[in-house]
């Protein structure tokens, strides 16, 4: 257990929408960071969060919006979800946000878009 | 550029064989950190082990064992004596202090262990 904790676990739903998926962040990290796990395009980062403040941006398309809260929970809304959407999720965390800290990362959100 | 290259994409193993992940990449920084994470069944990432360029030693942690050539712009990852339960995707990444602190991962290359 990385102790980075995201939900839900699993998420079915329709082109069109909107979803919003949640993360905390492991007990005194302050950086968090958004990657997605498709077949096609494998693991691309897409946001890095520190302390509620956008630190660095991926390839995060335009319908993809974050934020970090001042709790540090982060969370990552899609919306006008098209089938290509379908992917995992990974949130991950560190103490800094340095690339030479490990980022640990959550069990995902498996996102279904039907 | 930033890029990681695994070039195996899929690996069979019997039990108690040894095997080697490779994985190559390619950065014009000369301070970068290289890590391997592990993706079993179940989903999760979990981190393996970390290296930083200037850190070309060795390591050994079990029946894990990873080489890091900064000649050759590789860092593989040795199994001796695999298990069943070792059966998973294998991820190379990279990270750079001139690109920020994203992971530009390698493409996963699928272990599997046959008992």
């Known amino acids: 257990d990385s102790g980075v904790t995201q939900t839900p676990k699993h998420l079915i739903t329709a082109t069109g929408q909107r979803v919003t998926l949640r993360c905390s962040p492991r007990?005194?990290?302050?950086?968090v960071y958004w990657y997605q796990q498709s077949l096609d395009q494998g693991l691309q980062f897409l946001i890095q969060?520190?302390?509620?403040?956008?630190?660095a941006k991926g390839n995060i398309l335009e319908r993809f919006s974050a934020q970090q809260f001042p709790d540090l929970h982060s969370e990552l809304n899609l919306s006008s979800l098209e089938l290509g959407d379908s992917a995992l999720y990974f949130c991950?965390?560190?103490?800094?946000?340095?690339?030479?800290?490990?980022?640990?990362f959550g069990p995902g959100t498996r996102l279904l878009v039907l | 550029a930033q890029k990681v290259t695994q070039a195996q994409t899929e690996i069979s193993v019997v039990e108690k064989e040894d095997v080697t992940l490779d994985c190559v990449y390619e950065?014009?920084?000369?301070?970068?950190?290289l890590f391997w994470y592990k993706q079993p069944p179940s989903g999760e990432l979990v981190f393996l082990i970390r290296?930083?360029?200037?850190?070309?030693q060795n390591e050994i942690s079990g029946r894990y064992s990873w080489n890091f050539q900064k000649s050759t712009s590789s860092f593989n990852f040795t199994i001796t004596a695999s298990q069943v339960v070792d059966s998973a995707v294998y991820f190379c990444?990279?990270?750079?202090?001139?690109?920020?602190?994203?992971?530009?991962f390698g493409a996963g290359t699928i272990l599997r262990v046959k008992s």
């Open positions: 991950a965390s560190n103490r800094a946000g340095a690339p030479q800290e490990t980022q640990y």
């Open positions: 007990s005194g990290d302050l950086s």
């Open positions: 969060y520190y302390n509620g403040e956008e630190r």
């Open positions: 950065t014009r920084d000369t301070t970068y950190y």
């Open positions: 290296r930083n360029s200037f850190d070309e």
């Open positions: 990444a990279l990270s750079e202090e001139e690109y920020g602190n994203k992971l530009v």
